[in-house]
């Protein structure tokens, strides 16, 4: 059982910058690839960034590239998204989740079966 908590979120100004962590509670971290998504208040959970096992291949949402860079420590078993530039329509619960299912693609991660999630964490961006 893995399990995954998620630290970093709360307000930011728009165009502001946010830096979420994802800690994972087993040292077989570096077997997952691992995903970021966020759900915003009334809206369907949407994909955000995935990045492989070794962190060698990674893959964004549209909306969020050139922004956001996904990134992982695999010796201290977190995940991190550093999110730049941020609008008023990112608001939305941030969580992540660990697949065991090998993905180095945008589709890979963004339909991959997810084994474990995190509780989510906050990000605020006032309009």
């Known amino acids: 059982q893995v399990q995954l908590v998620e630290s970093g979120g709360g307000l930011v100004q728009p165009g502001g910058s946010l830096r979420l962590s994802c800690l994972a509670s087993?040292?077989?971290?570096?077997?997952?690839?691992m995903s970021w998504f966020r759900q915003a208040p009334g809206k369907a959970r949407e994909f955000v960034s995935g990045?492989?096992?070794?962190?060698?291949?990674?893959d964004y949402a549209d909306s969020v590239k050139g922004r956001f860079t996904i990134s992982r420590d695999n010796a201290k078993n977190t995940v991190y998204l550093q999110m730049n530039s941020q609008k008023n329509e990112e608001t939305a619960v941030y969580y992540c989740?660990?697949?065991?299912?090998?993905?180095?693609?945008?589709?890979?991660?963004?339909?991959?079966?997810?084994?474990?999630w995190g509780q989510g964490t906050q990000v605020t961006v006032p309009s």
């Open positions: 087993e040292r077989t971290f570096s077997r997952y690839a």
């Open positions: 989740a660990a697949t065991s299912y090998y993905s180095a693609t945008y589709e890979d991660f963004a339909l991959a079966v997810y084994d474990y």
């Open positions: 990045i492989s096992w070794s962190g060698a291949n990674t």
